[in-house]
């Protein structure tokens, strides 16, 4: 059921288990010490997006950007948005709050993240995408 928001976006009542993207995404996109959230429609640039949460799995602890060792938490920063391969050309967002380590090498550094490279807004996954379609183009 979609249910609309204060802000006029609206959500899809997970209940009823609306959207499969989760499942979809468990099975071809599985992202190692994560799990996908459900997924729900919100309003990007004036247009209707998909946003899809990630949250730690539960116990696992953040892999240090630095040297990909897996560290201490140290804090948690604020939430951020990754672009993901569009799906009926409706964008879509991954959202997760990135965590810092306590690297006992590298000092504080925010945790690897398997779906993104450094400071992309793109997930890696997309980043290919637009590869592949710009070698199609040429
Ligand atoms: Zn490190």
Known sequence: MLVMRTDKSFIIRNKENGMQIKSILNSIEKQQGFVYDSARWCMHAGQRAIEIAIHPRKGSRPACSGCGKRCPGYDTLPTRRFEFVPLWNIKVFFVHAPR?????????????????????????SYAWFFAGWARRLT
């Open 100 to 124: 810092r380590c306590n690297c006992p090498r590298c000092g504080i550094k925010v945790e690897r993240l398997p779906w993104a490279k450094g400071k992309s807004h793109l997930t890696t």
